[in-house]
């Protein structure tokens, strides 16, 4: 039997252009946990992102053990202090009161890795752009960011870190390459305008197009 072809009406539209405008990148979490079919209704939501040759490269790994979060807090701590020191004299007292993780209360943290060669998709437009398999698994967690603001839930991308440490630290297979680190949970607070916005960092511009 065909598959019925939804219709998105402008209510439907309205309201994506509204979640769209309201996904935010959220460093302050109450510290309330996360349903567990919350979070595997998520996950199975971001495996519906697209991906090149329909690899799926994506690899999730829920840091949930006490070692693992101390050593990632340990290496965002190393790198955000070494970021500190390059930044511009006017701009070094900014940035140290802004808040660039919330790696002490979000209730769910996992690492983003992406499978440098993997079988699934047998290589499929991947020969010349090998590097669309990581652009694979940010569509995941782009799609996974857009369901857990529709539920309510804050994700944070965590990225003044060392790579290499942080998949040393996570003992991942040694092909998978790291993407990012990311918090997950509660809002503090809602806010339409993003935190560097806000504090002054930078300001979101207008979209520029060239046309050839």
Not at 77 to 104: I, M, V
């Amino acid at each position: 039997m065909d598959a019925i072809t939804p219709v998105f009406d402008a209510e439907f539209r309205a309201q994506f252009h509204e979640l769209l405008r309201w996904r935010r990148d959220v460093r302050r979490f109450r510290t309330e946990s996360v349903p567990r079919e919350m979070l595997d209704e998520l996950l199975s939501l971001a495996a519906l992102a697209p991906s090149v040759g329909l690899s799926q490269p994506w690899r999730f790994v829920l840091v949930e053990s006490p070692a693992g979060r101390a050593a990632i807090r340990d290496n965002f701590a190393a790198a955000n202090a070494e970021a500190l020191t390059g930044q511009a004299p006017g701009k070094s007292a900014l940035y140290a009161r802004l808040k660039l993780a919330g790696l002490d209360a979000a209730p769910v943290q996992f690492a983003l890795f992406c499978e440098h060669d993997p079988a699934q998709g047998h290589g499929l437009g991947r020969r010349t752009m090998p590097q669309t398999l990581a652009y694979s698994a940010v569509m995941a967690v782009h799609t996974m960011w857009l369901a857990a603001r529709v539920v309510g839930l804050g994700l944070g991308w965590v990225s003044i870190l060392d790579p290499v440490a942080a998949k040393s630290a996570l003992d991942v297979p040694e092909d998978w390459d790291f993407i990012g680190y990311f918090c997950l949970g509660w809002p503090e607070a809602e806010e339409l305008v993003p935190e560097l916005e806000r504090e002054g960092w930078e300001k979101r511009r207008s979209l520029e197009v060239l046309r050839r």
